[in-house]
């Protein structure tokens, strides 16, 4: 451990190389410009004289070796600090990183609620070598969840997105995914690309765009390109015929495209249409084949047309519903990845713990992908899905904790979360620390005890409250869509009696963070009694369905979405105050029609 004066501070350059003005190096001497001024209070000069990806506290020095892409070091002496990385998105790394062991405190929930401490004296500071646990730590979202055909919506989030992308920077991510649908018109939001290209944070576009890469009016005259029901009928519902090399070249070609006027895009995700049948061919030439094979043969072709076309990137091959297991004799393609997506796992139990019955099937299939894909696997976790969840309250900081050190022993080298904006950061706080810290290293901090210190003197009621949560929740989170429980009798009533438990300690514990006036601890406690209508609705249908009645719980869910409306729009977001209602009706709709 080395002491540093930090009065030294004020008499310091930062030392830099000759790096693009807009580039991750530059914002990176920036940032660490602007802290230390803020701490010190004094100015700290940028001089362009260092080596690459090296920044220099002190006078300039020679980097030493060179890193990998995602390593850094903090080498402290008396009277000089050197921070060096493998890239310069790394180099923004080290530097967040330095400046934590300075004191700063970063908040999921913008820079006004950042600590940034005043230095004085010596500071006790021991030497850094890190790389990231996995190469690709990331967050997706869904690309109409921006309703970016809507000003009055769109504009007012741009704010949240750009605080969210700055704590992206800070936490260590270096990936976003828009997921594009057939019904979106654009596979990105383009204001946004500045905050992320000066963090370094690769931008991956694509999703459920396979019906979008053969276009539909192509139909009347090339039929044969569109997939084959069982009984041999054509349509251009679904996505293609995957033996007809025609429609695989257009898929390409258009996919080439995508590259050419997106140059930005790092990697291209080639995904079937979300249908739990996955609208796949059935003609003669393609029944034979799996599904699954069915897919990658389309990715293949998209990663040889790329790779011929001058433009190669990554591809990724979607595991998912009918596609999750590994039912494949093709090979990938080398610029071909799979990526894992287990919605339906149970969230219960870490994927990999032996005695879930409902999640062996789902280890067992990753595991056989690892071994398939040589280790080229992306996993799409779904941590704060506020579908998924149906905008409950679920903490699962051990279940991350517990997935994360089994994908890193599998050598799995990404991790992707999805989310729903401002939403999701409210509902699933502890999910995104957890997973921000686990995908960087396997440390054990206790980001629920640091997460509640924002709640001031009432941190520890906010602490004990959500780890309450966390445990009853893990009983209820176990079969996929929270609103849509199981049918069959016997898991129905496994179902029952959690939820039945979980109803009544929801509403007490809610209770508990009725304190003083702090306004966040009661959109807290809105949630957690939101939770406990929604799973009342769920004990209803469970009720129902066991006494082989029609369901009747639409009064239950619609009680739960009244005690959110009265939450301010700066907790639960664009998509909590226009989506969650939509989901609520859409549901409704669908119940309806059974």
């Known amino acids: 451990m080395v002491a540093f004066d930090s009065t030294s501070l004020r008499r310091v350059a930062i030392h830099i190389a000759n790096e693009p003005d807009d580039g991750p190096a530059v914002f990176a001497a920036s940032e660490l410009q602007r802290y230390l001024e803020r701490m010190t209070g004094a100015h700290v000069p940028i001089v362009r004289d260092g080596g690459p990806n090296t920044l220099v506290l002190g006078a ?25 990385a493998g890239s310069p998105r790394a180099l923004l790394s080290a530097v967040y990183e330095f400046l934590q062991r300075l004191g700063c405190r970063w908040s999921l929930h913008g820079p006004q609620e950042e600590i940034v401490p005043r230095l004085d004296g010596d500071v006790q500071l021991d030497r850094v070598e890190h790389t990231a646990r996995f190469a690709a730590r990331g967050y997706a979202s869904d690309i109409m969840s921006w309703h970016y055909t809507q ?59 396979l019906p979008l890469l053969l276009p539909r009016d192509l139909y009347k005259r090339h039929p044969d390109y569109f997939p084959a029901a069982a009984d041999g009928t054509r349509t251009d519902h679904g996505n293609l015929c995957t033996s007809n ?23 291209v995700h080639i995904w079937g249409a979300d249908l ?69 796992r149970c969230y219960g139990h870490a994927i990999n713990d032996r005695a879930c019955v409902s999640n062996r099937r789902y280890a067992e299939a990753l595991e056989r992908y690892v071994a398939l894909f040589d280790g080229r696997v992306r996993v799409f976790e779904y941590y704060g899905d506020a579908i998924l969840f149906f905008g409950c309250a679920v903490p699962l900081t051990e279940v991350i904790a517990a997935d994360m050190d089994y994908y890193a022993r599998l050598g799995v080298p990404g991790v992707t979360l999805l989310q729903f904006g401002t939403y999701s950061l409210w509902a699933y ?25 924002r709640f001031g003197a009432h941190a520890s009621v906010a602490a004990t409250v959500l780890a309450s949560v966390e445990h009853v929740m893990r009983s209820v989170v176990t079969y996929g869509d929270i609103r849509r ?27 508990q963070l009725v304190v003083g006036d702090d306004a966040a601890l009661a959109a807290q406690a809105a949630l957690v009694r939101y939770t406990a209508g929604v799973l009342a609705g769920v004990r209803q249908q469970l009720l129902d369905t066991l006494a082989g009645h029609p369901r009747d719980a639409e009064p239950q869910y619609s009680e739960a979405l009244r005690i959110l409306d009265a939450v301010e729009r700066r907790f639960k977001g664009l998509w909590g105050s226009v989506d969650l209602p939509m989901f609520h009706q859409l549901f409704a709709a669908a119940a309806f029609g059974e």
């Open 245 to 267: 090399a025609a429609a695989l070249a257009t898929a390409s070609a258009n996919a080439v495209q995508y590259a050419h006027e997106y140059p930005e895009m790092r990697v």
């Open 429 to 453: 706080p502890l999910n995104f620390l957890a997973f921000a810290q686990a995908s960087r290293d396997a440390s054990a901090t206790d980001v629920r005890r640091d997460y509640c210190a």
């Open 151 to 209: 000003p009055e919506h769109f504009n007012g989030r741009l704010d949240d997105d750009r605080a969210f992308i700055d704590w992206m920077g800070k936490s260590g991510a270096n990936a976003f995914l828009y997921i594009r649908h057939p019904f979106d018109t654009q596979l990105t939001i383009p204001e946004l690309l500045p905050d992320f290209a000066r963090r370094g944070i690769d931008v991956e576009y694509g999703g459920h765009v």
């Open 276 to 344: 739990w049948h996955g609208g796949w061919c059935h003609c003669t030439s393609c029944a034979p084949l799996s599904v699954q094979d069915q897919s990658l043969r389309v990715c293949n072709a998209v990663a040889r047309g790329l790779a011929e076309a001058g433009v190669a990137r990554p591809v990724c091959y979607l595991a998912y519903h009918d596609t999750l297991d590994a039912d494949l004799t093709l090979r990938p393609d080398e610029n071909v990845m799979v990526e894992f997506a287990p919605r339906e």
């Open 60 to 84: 300039a020095t020679t980097p030493g070796a060179l890193l990998q892409p995602e390593a850094l070091v903090i080498d402290p002496e008396p009277s000089r600090i050197t921070l060096q």
């Open 485 to 511: 429980p199981p049918r069959a009798a016997d898991a129905a009533r496994a179902v029952l009696a959690g939820v039945e438990a979980a109803v009544p300690r929801l509403t007490n514990v809610a209770a």
